[in-house]
């Protein structure tokens, strides 16, 4: 007789940083807390406060922690990162739910059920997209970098072909899907924490808020430039190799909050008046939506997920260029508008931790059904036979 219990495991790039791959990957776990979690290497010190999120899990780890010094070379060795994933054995699993970026977590192995690939994006330095560091500014590192990437979109390209079945994060990532892999995607927003009840209208709201890493892609130095610059108060959430850069041309008005608790967070959106996001073709942007849960206009950048989210004058508003002027444009036509925080709270619910568990259970209860399909029709045809 064929199983009905589906077994399930779950792949994850790599545990070293906290951000929307990794709430995603949460959401998952959530859903599916008896399934393992296969990752190419973990990173207790980088996770910082947030290992507490997954210290109780059942983690699996790839060969490439065996590697000398891999928590500093790990971004030269994704040249080896399909063969952690590959080598990985999932033939006991009928269902492998893959969380994957830039670290090839999508070349892994079914060989005895169905892969779905929840993917954040093609990874962004393959397909010239900006990147969390300005890498080819050292014309070495440029070359070498360059003949990597060749490589492995090649490989990138094989490995998608490989796949089951992806759902994109947003229709952004979607497209970059049916570009650069050809294969189709199903859609599926990624979990935002939404409060419990809806902010309140009358809370004294005081300064600027940026939630991010602090990395290149997202252009953290804009909303400090143009923050110092006019004298307004700005609260920077997030860590990154920025940060000393940071430091050094930010104001008296600016205040770095480093990694902050969920908790925390929330209370900081309570108090702010607009969040900064001026970040360059954003995958979708957990950190946008979260803002409008919590009352807050954004203003993005019209490029990726947020114009996907952000209804210009009724949640916030995008700007053109990444300029200190076109953001300093913006910020001033913001305060000039007036915004309903019960709409922004009720338009953010669509994108909930329950909306996607929803939608995730449907797709994955749907491939289950087709594997259960497929056990009994070859079930039949043996006793035929």
Known sequence: MPKTQQKI?????????YG????????LHEMYPEAPLYTAFVDQKQL??????????????????????????????????????????LSEYDVVISSSNAYFAKAVRVPNGKHICYCHTPA?????????????????????????????????????????YFIANSQETAQRITKF????????YPPVHIPDKS???KVARSYYLYVNRLALAKHPELAVRVCTKHKLSLKVVGTGKMLVGLRKIAGPTVQFCGAVSDVQLSKLYGGAKALLYPVEDEDFGIVPVEAMAHGVPVIAHNSGGPCETVVSGKTGILFENLTESDLWQAIQEVDKMSFDVTYLYRYAQQFSLAEFKKNMRAF????????????????????IN
């Open 364 to 383: 994955v209860t749907q491939i289950a059904c087709i594997i259960l399909t497929f056990a009994m029709s070859s079930g039949a045809i043996g006793r």
């Open 20 to 27: 929307g791959a990794e709430r995603v990957l949460e959401a």
């Open 9 to 17: 495991a779950l792949v994850h790039d790599y545990l070293r940083e």
């Open 199 to 201: 902010p309140s209208s």
């Open 48 to 89: 910082g406060i947030h290992w507490q999120r997954f210290a109780t899990w059942d983690i699996k780890t790839t060969w490439i922690m065996k590697i000398p010094g891999y928590k500093w070379l790990y971004s030269p060795l994704r040249i080896w990162a399909p063969n952690y994933f590959s080598s990985l054995d």
């Open 181 to 188: 892999y050809r294969r189709k995607s199903h859609i599926i």
């Open 124 to 164: 962004r330095s393959l397909y010239g997209y900006t990147t969390m560091s300005n890498w080819r500014s050292n014309p070495i590192i440029r070359l070498i970098g360059t003949l990597i990437n060749h490589y492995l979109r090649v490989v990138d390209y094989y490995v998608a072909q490989k796949v089951g």
